[in-house]
T-cell receptor, first 111, second 111 residues
Framework: EADIYQTPRYLVIGTGKKITLECSQT?????MYWYQQDPGMELHLIHYSYGVNSTEKGDLSSESTVSRIRTEHFPLTLESARPSHTSQYLC??????????FGEGSRLTVL | DQQVKQNSPSLSVQEGRISILNCDYTNSMFDYFLWYKKYPAEGPTFLISISSIKDKNEDGRFTVFLNKSAKHLSLHIVPSQPGDSAVYFCAASVEGDDMRFGAGTRLTVKP
């Protein structure tokens, strides 16, 4: 059973606010990922990490930033949210070789 | 550049019948393929996978077929049940890295 948690599940904020989406996993996985998904569209990789102090940008250009100070924690931060950031954000982790385990997602709405 | 394509956004089948979900890919380097299932307001959950050394993998009611020459993947669900109604995502990766997802197919199984 996957143990990966995302908070908040739902967030509605105003333009210009700073937000952090939290993601934690208890499986000891080195690899962690952030995907962005809009309805009817594929999941787009926006950030990934292969371990502590490792962070890389994914395919989809994103104004968000991430950090990986601890193995279990991979937060995503938007310094100044805009309506174009409205989307679902999915965090995932994986062992070295294998499937991704996803959290339940954080649905962000920026007004 | 969408490397994994699911050309049918939706599929509707009768309970007890077979559901066939299709997926095409363009990158011949992909060697690991997965199917995920997603319910509304939840993250995707892993369903079944297949490596490129096989052409079929079966797990209960779910079977994945891989045709490498056609760069085509399919998921068969037999018999389909109403609880199978969800969005199904096809994914592909190279040695477990850089996983790419399709846009998903919404399956509805009618009682």
């Amino acid at each position: 059973e996957a143990d990966i948690y995302q908070t908040p599940r739902y967030l509605v904020i105003g333009t210009g606010k700073k937000i952090t989406l939290e993601c934690s996993q208890t499986m000891g996985h080195d690899k962690m990922y952030w995907y962005q998904q809009d309805p009817g569209m594929e999941l787009h990789l926006i950030h990934y990490s292969y371990g502590v102090n490792s962070t890389e940008k994914g395919d989809l250009s994103s104004e968000s930033t991430v950090s990986r100070i601890r193995t279990e924690h991979f937060p995503l931060t938007l310094e100044s949210a805009r309506p174009s950031h409205t989307s679902q954000y999915l965090c995932a982790s994986s062992p070295v070789l294998g499937e991704l385990f996803f959290g339940e997602g954080s649905r962000l709405t920026v007004l | 550049d969408q490397q994994v394509k699911q050309n049918s956004p939706s599929l509707s089948v009768q309970e007890g019948r077979i559901s066939i979900l299709n997926c095409d890919y363009t990158n011949s380097m992909f060697d690991y393929f997965l199917w995920y299932k997603k319910y509304p307001a939840e993250g995707p959950t892993f369903l079944i996978s297949i490596s490129s050394i096989k052409d079929k993998n079966e797990d209960g009611r779910f079977t994945v077929f891989l045709n490498k020459s056609a760069k085509h993947l399919s998921l068969h669900i037999v018999p389909s049940q109403p609880g199978d109604s969800a969005v199904y995502f096809c994914a592909a990766s190279v040695e477990g890295d850089d996983m790419r997802f399709g846009a998903g197919t919404r399956l509805t199984v009618k009682p």
